[in-house]
């Protein structure tokens, strides 16, 4: 019994021992667990463009504190520019911006070609611009600069990828391809589509969605979709669509990338002749697909008595901008 006794407590004592030498548990969520978000101390930087594309700027977040999170998109917005045309680059990652560590996100702008001013053959030299750009990080707002080799008011296109560790952005967000290239139809397990907010046209009440390449590859597709609206039963909307005037066109959808379309639907009080319902969902059907993709949604739509009460714009690559704050 004695011995028995000793040997138990000299496996106590290395219990014991072993305890005490292993290092405390790291911070919460670096491991599992819940992951800290950075919200504040994040600096923002402009880098070196990653790759032989002028228009594309690269954009270096550190953090001087302890390690958190970035994750999906930041928010951007150009100070005195009209709405235009973005997009995503790249296929969602969160990314843990360690101590004194870099992530990355690219902005790539597309500015108008300026009108010649002159017969001359060698066009003006145009002086570059800095443009003042707002960051929104995971609530948290900082301001940077960007230089275009034309004036701020040039931007016809902004779009931007989601982060990566270090100063590299996403492969995905230097990706390029044209109708041409690409040969493979874009199917409904390659694109997920979500509500991008009212759309920036200022006529009549609109949402834009957009479709975001979610496969393994670039893929092309046509810009005339199917949609309609669902209540909260998953009942769709009696809705009858307008006919469309706009010419199908194939558009190529980099890994990664979007393109979006605007619904215009009516709303306002109900009268006698209306019923207004609240739309939960969207289900958006490709040419030739059966099933369809289904995003959340939140719109007060009032089906008229008679005639169209839903219009479809086409597809277009991008999702357009909401006014820039001032």
Do not use: W
């Not at 930041?74 to 790249?90: C, D, E, N, T, Y």
């Not at 016809?156 to 139809?185: H, I």
């Not at 009549?204 to 590859?217: D, H, K, M, W």
């Not at 379309?261 to 969207?282: K, M």
Request: a positive charge.
């Amino acid at each position: 019994m004695g011995s028995v006794m000793a040997r138990l407590s000299v496996l106590l004592a290395m219990l014991l021992v072993t305890a005490a030498a292993s290092p405390p548990p790291g911070p919460p969520g670096l491991h599992g667990g819940l992951r800290p978000i950075c919200i504040g101390g994040v600096t923002i930087r402009s880098a070196v463009p990653s790759a032989a594309d002028a228009h594309e700027i690269v954009v270096v977040l550190t953090r001087p504190g302890p390690p958190c999170f970035v994750a999906n998109y930041p928010q951007l917005a150009v100070a005195g520019a009209k709405p235009f045309p973005a997009g995503r680059l790249s296929v969602a990652a969160p990314v843990l911006l360690g101590t004194g560590k870099s992530a990355a996100f690219a902005i790539r702008t597309v500015t108008q070609n300026a009108a010649p001013t002159s017969p001359s053959p060698e066009p003006a030299p145009t002086a570059a611009a800095v443009c003042e750009l707002e960051l929104l990080v995971n609530g948290l707002v900082a301001r940077g600069r960007i230089t275009l080799p034309q004036p701020c008011a040039a931007l016809t296109e902004l779009d931007v990828s989601s982060y990566a560790s270090g100063t590299v952005p996403p492969p995905e967000a230097a990706a390029s391809a044209s109708p041409a290239s690409v040969k493979l139809a874009c199917r409904p397990q390659d694109l997920a589509v979500r509500d991008a907010g009212p759309d920036a046209a200022p006529e009549g009440t609109r949402e834009r969605y957009a479709l975001q390449n979610v496969g393994l590859g670039p893929c092309r597709i046509g810009s005339l979709l199917d949609a309609g609206l669902r209540d909260a039963a998953g009942a769709p909307i009696p809705l009858v669509v307008a006919p469309r005037t706009m010419m199908a066109m194939l558009l190529a959808l980099p890994r990664g990338h979007e393109a979006s379309f605007a619904l215009a639907y009516p709303s306002g009080a109900p009268n006698g002749e209306q019923r207004c319902v609240t739309a939960d969902s969207i289900a958006v059907t490709l040419p030739g697909a059966g099933s369809p993709l289904l995003a959340p949604t939140r719109l007060s739509v009032c089906p008229p008595a008679a005639g169209p009460g839903l219009r479809i714009s086409n597809l277009q690559l991008g999702v357009p901008l909401p006014a820039a704050r001032t």
